[in-house]
């Protein structure tokens, strides 16, 4: 699978954050953050490219942004 995430132009660090949010499942950013060592200053960059070529979903609840990998055909 890293390889075909290579293969369509994603860079290492959003293939370590598409990977954490499949392992997670719907998580926060900072869940995120944790598991993969992403700066938290980073991670909103990230997930915004990854959001751009469909691969990430958000859902907001209560204010708080919930991500989630998008079903990939």
Do not use: D
Not at 10 to 32: F, H, V
Not at 43 to 62: A, D, M, P, S
Request: proline share 1%; charged share 25%.
């Amino acid at each position: 699978m890293l390889e075909v995430l290579e293969e369509i132009g994603l860079t290492k660090s959003e293939i370590k954050a598409y990977k954490g949010i499949l392992e997670l499942g719907r998580c926060k950013t900072g869940e995120l953050c944790n598991h993969t060592n992403i700066r938290s200053s980073n991670i909103y960059t990230i997930l915004n490219l990854l959001q751009e070529k469909g691969l990430v979903t958000f859902t907001t609840e209560n204010g708080i942004k919930f991500f989630e990998a998008s079903p990939v055909e």
